[in-house]
């Protein structure tokens, strides 16, 4: 009798559950819905204050109150290489223009978004501190970049850790810039990243890429994830990124 209680009890749990599930995700794809009907654009109009907007003149990459003692300190160490032209460091304003000029090439059954409405990219997209803050710097000599990186709660995943697609995305971003200023504009083909140690929300780390070889279109690159003292190794990438093929994409 009590066996039977408990199995009807455990079915109208899942029950219950499952119903809670299905409404969950209904609301989420009405709330989508009503967006895109809206405007055929994204973003819908009010996405409220957490976002950093395209028209911002503002260089993100420079120290702000959230950055910690280390990531200040990393900064003002990679400035120092810089004075002697080894490094480059490069503004949001670098970013953006390569950004620009990406937006001008045509892909295939893809319509540009409205200038001014769309944000500037996925890693500006948060509050101070509370997403990605990064600053990068570039060797052209030795095609290396180092991006510091402090990646803040929004890209929580396990309790107190960054979510391995926040790491990847900073790591894929910073390399993309790095190929693309090493031969011209290109996309990702495939980056495979092995986590060796989860990162603490608010730790400071260093991503360093460099380009390994180039055939023809293709950039092979490595990449690995550091804390700041260097002495733990978070991750490790290696990536193809191919140059785009502009009159393929033209049409
Ligand atoms: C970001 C900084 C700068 C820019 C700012 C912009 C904004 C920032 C945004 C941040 C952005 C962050 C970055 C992002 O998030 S980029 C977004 C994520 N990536 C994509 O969406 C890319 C989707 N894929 C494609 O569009 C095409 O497949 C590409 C363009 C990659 C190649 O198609 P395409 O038609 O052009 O070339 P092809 O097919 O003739 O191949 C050419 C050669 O490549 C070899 N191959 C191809 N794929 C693979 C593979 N998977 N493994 C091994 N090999 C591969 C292939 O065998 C051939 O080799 P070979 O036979 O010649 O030896």
Redo the contacts with the bound molecule.
């Keep these: 009798m009590r066996e039977g209680l408990r199995a009807t009890l455990a079915v109208s749990a899942g029950f219950w559950c499952a119903l809670g599930e299905m409404l969950r995700s209904c609301a989420a794809r009405l709330r989508m819905l009503g967006a895109l009907r809206k405007d055929e654009h994204w973003p819908a109009r009010n996405l409220g204050p957490a976002l950093r907007w395209f028209s911002s003149e503002k260089d993100f990459c420079l120290p702000n109150p959230s950055w910690s003692e280390d990531l200040r300190h990393l900064f003002h160490q990679f400035m120092k290489k810089c004075e002697d032209g080894s490094w480059t460091y490069i503004s949001e304003k670098e970013?953006l223009d390569?950004?620009k000029?990406?937006s001008e090439l045509s892909f295939q059954n893809v319509k540009p978004m409205k200038k001014k409405q769309f944000p500037s990219?996925?890693t500006r997209n948060f509050q101070e501190g509370l997403g990605f803050e990064y600053a990068m710097f570039y060797n052209k000599d030795e095609r290396r970049i180092v991006c510091l990186f402090q990646g803040g709660p929004l890209l929580q995943g396990f309790p107190g850790l960054l979510h391995g697609g926040a790491i990847v995305t900073m790591v894929?971003?910073s390399i993309?810039?790095l190929s693309?200023k090493t031969i011209g504009?290109?996309?990702?083909?495939?980056i495979n990243i092995t986590y060796k140690r989860p990162i603490p929300i608010g730790s400071v780390v260093v991503i360093n890429g460099q380009v390994d070889k180039i055939?023809?279109?293709?950039v092979f690159l490595s990449s690995s994830v550091h804390s700041a003292d260097e002495k733990t190794l978070y991750s490790e990438a290696t990536s193809?990124?191919?140059?785009?093929?502009l009159e393929?994409?033209e049409t």
């Design positions: 970013m390569l950004q000029k990406a990219t996925l894929d971003y993309s810039i693309t504009f290109t996309m990702t083909a495939y055939e023809e279109r293709k193809l990124f191919v140059q785009l093929n393929k994409s």
